[in-house]
């Protein structure tokens, strides 16, 4: 089968992502960081919503109701500091 050049592509990110997700899983990272368990900061980062949220948790900005990040496939699930 083939498939025009931008279905090609997406197929592709898609095969890549599903392996780095299931590499992710496999190694049993923190699914809300990224980082490996013994590095995990989550606990030092409360939540902006929710029962425990506080007004400070994101240096005093009130009133954050989501945070969206925008991030390119081949950083996801990628801890850089780039």
Known sequence: TTFPTADR???GVA???RTRLDSFARNKDCRRCWLQKRHCVCGSC???EGDN???TSCGGI???NRLFLLTHHKEICMVVDT
Request: hydrophobic share 35%; charged share 20%; glycine share 0%.
């Open 46 to 48: 409360p939540p902006l």
């Open 53 to 55: 949220a506080t007004t």
């Open 9 to 11: 592509e997406t197929i």
């Open 15 to 17: 095969s890549k992502l």
């Open 62 to 64: 009130e009133n954050v």
